[in-house]
């Protein structure tokens, strides 16, 4: 296994880290790496000789690394990612909606404030986790707003990065508001390997590279080692369901996707109610 090398880099993406087993649920826990694979990726990172880190280290640092991401602010990240992490010297970024934390299943402000002081970046999932797409100009300016408000005044920062939801950009005419609100950084769901250098006066794009469940430890390590072949299989993916993605609307791709995983995920329910 080799490093991309280059000045370049790979940002992998979780969202929860589940105290059992993986679940075939079609349901968020599909999305959910269970703890000891959790803690086994992070040793095969430092077996590798890499640097587990969070973003802002990935773009300040030359040394070979690997970025580590959360999406959403699930409680199973504070509770059983973060000790993982300071247990191996290791940070990441978590991107949290704001109206979720608190709720129950997500952590608090407290908990958040406890994350940055070992180290972890906060930053922003939006305020209540919309398609950013459907959003006009005002709206817009005001789910972004909110979310770096309330991160900037509970944890004492300024906030400068946005992770998509659903990897849904906002409209091209609206994009430009990103920066003036202040999101120096945009993370999206696209596969890829992210390289040193970028534009200047716009905001930095960050791929990053899915994570869930219990792939196979040689899996994983392509996936950390940015593989050609496999990014090239997951672009063309991404490419055919952007496509359906486009011509439907992201609201009723994301029904029709979460139907087809839980019609894979319970194919008895789905007999049932043919």
Same mark, same amino acid.
Request: net charge positive; glycine share 10%; with cysteine.
């Given at each position: 296994m080799t490093h991309?090398g280059g000045?370049r880099?790979?940002c992998?993406?979780?969202?929860?880290i589940?105290?059992?087993?993986?679940t075939n649920?079609?349901g968020p826990?599909?999305f959910?790496?269970p703890?000891a694979?959790f803690?086994?990726?992070?040793?095969?990172i430092?077996?590798a000789?890499l640097?587990?880190?969070?973003l802002?280290?990935?773009?300040?640092t030359a040394?070979?690394h690997?970025?580590?991401s959360?999406?959403?602010?699930d409680?199973?990240q504070?509770?059983r990612?973060v000790?993982?992490?300071?247990a191996?010297?290791?940070s990441a970024?978590?991107?949290?909606?704001?109206?979720?934390?608190g709720?129950p299943?997500y952590?608090?402000?407290?908990?958040?404030?406890?994350?940055?002081?070992?180290?972890m970046?906060?930053q922003?999932?939006t305020h209540t986790h919309p398609?950013?797409s459907e959003?006009?100009a005002?709206a817009?300016?005001?789910e972004?707003?909110?979310?770096k408000r309330?991160?900037d005044?509970?944890?004492?920062q300024?906030?400068?990065?946005?992770a998509?939801?659903?990897?849904?950009?906002p409209s091209?005419r609206a994009?430009?508001l990103?920066p003036?609100?202040?999101?120096? !950084?945009?993370?999206? *769901? &696209?596969?890829?390997?992210n #390289?040193?250098?970028?534009?200047?006066?716009t %905001?930095r794009i960050? @791929?990053r590279?899915?994570v869930?469940g219990s792939?196979?430890l040689?899996?994983?390590k392509?996936?950390?080692?940015?593989?050609a072949?496999?990014?090239?299989?997951?672009?063309?993916?991404?490419?055919?369901l952007?496509?359906?993605?486009s !011509?439907i609307?992201? *609201? &009723?791709y994301?029904?029709? #996707?979460r139907?087809v995983?839980?019609?894979? %995920?319970?194919?008895? @329910?789905?007999?049932?109610?043919?």
């Amino acid at each position: 296994m080799t490093h991309p090398g280059g000045g370049r880099w790979v940002c992998l993406m979780y969202h929860d880290i589940s105290a059992g087993a993986a679940t075939n649920d079609g349901g968020p826990a599909r999305f959910a790496v269970p703890r000891a694979i959790f803690e086994r990726q992070l040793d095969v990172i430092a077996e590798a000789g890499l640097r587990a880190c969070s973003l802002e280290e990935a773009a300040a640092t030359a040394d070979p690394h690997v970025a580590i991401s959360f999406d959403d602010g699930d409680l199973g990240q504070y509770e059983r990612g973060v000790p993982a992490l300071v247990a191996r010297g290791m940070s990441a970024t978590f991107f949290v909606t704001t109206t979720w934390v608190g709720r129950p299943g997500y952590v608090t402000w407290d908990q958040l404030r406890e994350m940055k002081a070992a180290g972890m970046s906060i930053q922003s999932h939006t305020h209540t986790h919309p398609f950013l797409s459907e959003l006009d100009a005002s709206a817009l300016r005001h789910e972004l707003g909110e979310s770096k408000r309330l991160l900037d005044t509970e944890l004492g920062q300024d906030t400068t990065m946005l992770a998509l939801p659903g990897g849904d950009w906002p409209s091209l005419r609206a994009r430009g508001l990103l920066p003036e609100i202040g999101y120096r !950084t945009v993370a999206t *769901s &696209r596969w890829g390997v992210n #390289r040193a250098a970028h534009g200047r006066g716009t %905001a930095r794009i960050v @791929r990053r590279c899915t994570v869930q469940g219990s792939p196979p430890l040689d899996y994983f390590k392509r996936v950390m080692a940015g593989d050609a072949w496999l990014a090239s299989r997951r672009r063309v993916r991404e490419a055919v369901l952007g496509r359906l993605r486009s !011509t439907i609307g992201p *609201s &009723r791709y994301h029904r029709w #996707r979460r139907s087809v995983l839980d019609a894979v %995920a319970h194919p008895s @329910r789905r007999e049932t109610n043919a």
